[in-house]
T-cell receptor
Framework: DADVTQTPRNRITKTGKRIMLECSQT?????MYWYRQDPGLGLRLIYY???????NKGEISDGYSVSRQAQAKFSLSLESAIPNQTALYFC??????????FGPGTRLTVL | GENVEQHPSTLSVQEGDSAVIKCTYS??????FPWYKQELGKRPQLIID?????GEKKDQRIAVTLNKTAKHFSLHITETQPEDSAVYFC????????????FGRGTSLIVHP
């Protein structure tokens, strides 16, 4: 089945460390997104990309960067992790019908 | 930009009751309104959506209504079952090639057996 996958699924890191979260998809979708989920705050958009050469900031991009290595791969980096970046991170793709397909999520803890 | 308000944040019902979750949006240009369900420890998944050219859409026990004049839309779940327990998110987006939905903060629905 075509799917969206994320690695790692869980990560514990220390303040100041650089980390990368990876997302891969086999759905053939051009649109890809990174969201952050915090309790009571819903899904907030960090970055999005509509093709390999297109990168756009979302509402909460400070402290994050992304790379779209191929149509199927979209990585999120935290250059210098801080404790308030502790959250659940979701990658998603977007179909032409506008439905979004989410990955299983990465739970990140910054100590 | 678009702002989506979702209420209530928590909803507790007895099995068999109906549940209603309401969302309001600020940008009158928005025309696509999906609802996602996120079960505990799982990823969000689309359960139903509505576009601005219709006022209501039903799929078995779930329905969504849209009032464009008032800029609000609602999710209705009838005959609730324990497996309906989850967090539900509404979203709104504008037309065009750039699909960037704005999500509400979510409603935690608890269905008691």
């Amino acid at each position: 089945d075509a799917d969206v996958t994320q690695t790692p699924r869980n990560r514990i890191t220390k303040t100041g460390k650089r980390i990368m979260l990876e997302c891969s998809q086999t759905k053939g979708h051009d649109r890809m997104y990174w969201y952050r989920q915090d309790p009571g705050l819903g899904l907030r958009l960090i970055y999005y990309s509509f093709d390999v050469k297109d990168i756009n900031k979302g509402e909460i991009s400070d402290g994050y960067s992304v790379s779209r290595q191929a149509q199927a791969k979209f990585s999120l980096s935290l250059e210098s992790a801080i404790p308030n970046q502790t959250a659940l991170y979701f990658c998603a793709t977007g179909s032409l019908s506008l439905e979004q397909f989410f990955g299983p999520g990465t739970r990140l803890t910054v100590l | 930009g678009e702002n989506v308000e979702q209420h209530p944040s928590t909803l507790s019902v007895q099995e068999g009751d109906s549940a209603v979750i309401k969302c309001t949006y600020s940008d009158s240009a928005s025309n696509y309104f999906p609802w996602y369900k996120q079960e505990l420890g799982k990823r969000p998944q689309l359960i139903i959506d509505i576009r601005s050219n219709v006022g209501e859409k039903k799929d078995q026990r779930i329905a969504v209504t849209l009032n464009k004049t008032a800029k609000h839309f609602s999710l209705h779940i009838t005959e609730t079952q324990p497996e309906d327990s989850a967090v539900y998110f509404c979203a709104a987006s504008k037309p065009g090639g750039s699909y960037i939905p704005t999500f509400g903060r979510g409603t935690s629905l608890i269905v008691h057996p």
